[in-house]
């Protein structure tokens, strides 16, 4: 009696709550009599099918899963093809096909880099030098972390960044308490303040993500117009370092370290890079491996030999050799996070759902036709928004050609330039702050267990209130005095 007692007093109530509120979304959604049509300023038709429907039902009930963590986040991914085939919404082959895609095999090859580089003991290295640099005060080890981390995403892809920096902030970190396990707001705000400035750095060069590229091809094919690499670069270098410097007060207030220095710390990390001796040859091996296939995937963008090469082809490509020079042995790859990486091909598939079956042509156009009347300034940022919204739930690159296209149609009737809505889409695209499933980075953030899915949403609101403050501003102010025409001449 006692023991059924504690049992139905130790029943978790919240997560049924949010489990059935996943469920009933989708069945009310699924269910439902077929929606409207949406219609474009030039009065073509977007219908919603029966597919559609359901892909948007499947969207809602993995967000609510993810958000609320009612189930492993990687479970709730196997949910998304599941009830994709089981409901006839795409073909099972096509839908657990995305679990696969070459994105997802870049996370795991990421994710085995992170591994060689703790086990080697590269990142103790790294993290001493470091600290030996900043010093003790954990506002300037924030800091410091920081302005690596965006430093660093300008010449290499986000991803490949945190999964390089985070087991140097695990080894950092490892000095700040005696019990790593344990969450604490330094802990929140180092593993997520990565997250965040993976994201601004990438936006400032196109070594930092696909999207910017794909943005750049969509915008030529639309408008007939190149924008150059250093074009870009200048545009956005000023709103990604200002960006990262505003992470940085963020965190600071809303993750403020516990402790405001770590005594001793300086010459702590002295003594315990003076006892790792020289270089092992595994630390070489590790450090020659991963720095090829860096300076390989940066050259694609200059060497036109190189494009056709496949970049998870040349991540892939390390973990291959990690195994042919030892350095890694089986118990390694069986300590793999695959619930990050079910995690990431979850995001994949729901991404490709919504594009196929046409849900996501349909809620963009309904969303940008809504601000067709508006004052320019309000119809890009309601665009900044939408693609800020659908970035935390699909792939950037996803939901920047979903928006780009019909924002490109409709701008000229509001007098607005492309040039204003290809930027200022490409900045809220690189900084998904609300959901794990937005970027590579917070999901390896996530590896860390300092926070929670719902956690990082919190925390993600205020953060992308930030992100919208900024993109105004600089749509605004900022571009217009850099000499980008945000408005289109009268009759022009």
Same mark, same amino acid.
């Given at each position: 009696?006692?023991? /059924? *007692?504690?049992?139905?007093?130790?029943?978790?109530?919240?997560?049924?709550?949010?489990?059935?509120?996943?469920?009933?979304?989708?069945?009310?959604?699924?269910?439902?009599?077929?929606?409207?049509?949406?219609?474009?300023?030039?009065?073509?038709?977007?219908?919603?099918?029966?597919?559609?429907?359901?892909?948007?039902?499947?969207? %809602?009930?993995?967000?609510?899963?993810?958000?609320?963590?009612?189930?492993?986040? !990687?479970?709730?991914? %196997?949910?998304?093809?599941?009830?994709?085939?089981?409901?006839?919404?795409?073909?099972?082959?096509?839908?657990?096909?995305?679990?696969?895609?070459?994105?997802?095999?870049?996370?795991?090859?990421?994710?085995?880099?992170?591994?060689?580089?703790?086990?080697?003991?590269? *990142?103790?290295?790294?993290?001493?030098?470091?600290?030996?640099?900043?010093?003790?005060?954990?506002?300037?080890?924030?800091?410091?972390?920081?302005?690596?981390? /965006?430093?660093?995403?300008?010449?290499?892809?986000? *991803?490949?960044?945190?999964?390089?920096?985070?087991?140097?902030?695990?080894?950092?970190?490892?000095?700040?308490?005696?019990?790593?396990?344990?969450?604490?707001?330094?802990?929140?705000?180092?593993?997520?303040?990565?997250?965040?400035?993976?994201?601004?750095?990438?936006?400032?060069?196109?070594?930092?993500?696909?999207?910017?590229?794909?943005?750049?091809?969509?915008?030529?094919?639309?408008?007939?117009?190149?924008?150059?690499?250093?074009?870009?670069?200048?545009?956005?270098?000023?709103?990604?370092?200002?960006?990262?410097?505003?992470?940085? !007060?963020?965190?600071?207030?809303?993750?403020?370290?516990?402790?405001?220095?770590?005594?001793?710390?300086?010459?702590?990390?002295?003594?315990?890079?003076?006892?790792?001796?020289?270089?092992?040859?595994?630390?070489?091996?590790?450090?020659?491996?991963?720095?090829?296939?860096?300076?390989?995937?940066?050259?694609?963008?200059?060497?036109?030999?190189?494009?056709?090469?496949?970049?998870?082809?040349?991540?892939?490509? *390390?973990?291959?050799?990690?195994?042919?020079?030892?350095?890694?042995?089986?118990?390694?790859?069986?300590?793999?996070?695959?619930?990050?990486?079910?995690?990431?091909?979850?995001?994949?598939?729901?991404?490709?759902?919504?594009?196929?079956?046409?849900?996501?042509?349909?809620?963009?156009?309904?969303?940008?036709?809504?601000?067709?009347?508006?004052?320019?300034?309000?119809?890009?940022?309601?665009?900044?928004?939408?693609?800020?919204?659908?970035?935390?739930?699909?792939?950037?690159?996803?939901?920047?050609?979903?928006?780009?296209?019909?924002?490109?149609?409709?701008?000229?009737?509001?007098?607005?330039?492309?040039?204003?809505?290809?930027?200022?889409?490409?900045?809220?695209?690189?900084?998904?702050?609300?959901?794990?499933?937005?970027? /590579?980075?917070?999901?390896?953030?996530?590896?860390?267990?300092?926070?929670?899915?719902?956690?990082?949403?919190?925390?993600?609101?205020?953060?992308?209130? %930030?992100?919208?403050?900024?993109?105004?501003?600089?749509?605004?102010?900022?571009?217009?005095?850099?000499?980008?025409?945000?408005?289109?001449?009268?009759?022009?």
């Amino acid at each position: 009696m006692t023991a /059924a *007692t504690k049992t139905a007093e130790s029943f978790d109530w919240k997560r049924l709550i949010f489990m059935l509120l996943g469920v009933g979304l989708f069945t009310i959604v699924y269910y439902s009599p077929a929606w409207p049509d949406a219609v474009d300023p030039q009065g073509q038709h977007f219908l919603l099918s029966r597919e559609g429907k359901g892909a948007l039902a499947v969207f %809602l009930l993995a967000g609510t899963w993810w958000v609320f963590e009612v189930v492993p986040i !990687g479970v709730t991914s %196997l949910m998304i093809g599941i009830l994709q085939a089981m409901f006839l919404i795409r073909p099972a082959k096509a839908a657990f096909k995305d679990f696969m895609d070459p994105s997802v095999m870049f996370i795991f090859a990421s994710l085995v880099i992170g591994t060689v580089f703790t086990k080697t003991g590269l *990142t103790k290295r790294l993290a001493y030098k470091m600290l030996d640099i900043v010093g003790e005060r954990t506002s300037m080890i924030y800091l410091g972390s920081f302005v690596v981390c /965006a430093a660093l995403t300008h010449i290499m892809a986000h *991803t490949a960044v945190a999964a390089t920096l985070y087991p140097l902030l695990i080894a950092i970190y490892s000095l700040y308490t005696d019990d790593p396990k344990t969450p604490t707001k330094f802990g929140k705000g180092l593993f997520m303040g990565m997250a965040y400035v993976a994201g601004a750095g990438s936006i400032v060069t196109l070594l930092g993500a696909a999207r910017g590229a794909v943005a750049l091809g969509f915008y030529k094919d639309i408008m007939d117009k190149d924008i150059t690499f250093f074009e870009l670069s200048y545009y956005m270098a000023p709103i990604g370092w200002l960006m990262t410097f505003l992470l940085w !007060g963020f965190f600071m207030v809303v993750c403020k370290p516990e402790k405001k220095t770590i005594p001793g710390l300086r010459e702590k990390a002295r003594e315990l890079n003076a006892s790792l001796g020289s270089l092992k040859r595994n630390e070489i091996m590790a450090a020659l491996i991963v720095g090829i296939a860096i300076v390989i995937m940066s050259l694609r963008s200059f060497i036109p030999a190189l494009q056709a090469i496949d970049k998870t082809a040349i991540i892939l490509m *390390t973990t291959v050799l990690f195994y042919v020079f030892k350095i890694l042995d089986l118990k390694d790859l069986e300590e793999v996070p695959w619930n990050i990486i079910l995690l990431f091909a979850g995001a994949m598939s729901i991404g490709f759902c919504l594009w196929e079956t046409g849900a996501a042509k349909w809620m963009a156009v309904n969303w940008l036709t809504m601000f067709q009347e508006a004052h320019w300034f309000v119809f890009v940022m309601s665009i900044a928004f939408f693609v800020m919204m659908m970035t935390n739930f699909i792939m950037n690159v996803a939901a920047i050609a979903i928006s780009l296209p019909v924002a490109l149609v409709i701008a000229p009737y509001l007098g607005v330039t492309g040039e204003v809505i290809l930027f200022s889409s490409l900045i809220v695209a690189g900084m998904p702050f609300l959901l794990l499933v937005g970027a /590579a980075p917070n999901a390896i953030a996530y590896n860390s267990k300092q926070f929670t899915s719902g956690e990082f949403f919190m925390y993600g609101v205020p953060a992308s209130i %930030l992100l919208m403050i900024v993109t105004g501003f600089a749509v605004y102010v900022l571009w217009p005095l850099m000499g980008m025409s945000t408005t289109l001449p009268v009759g022009g």
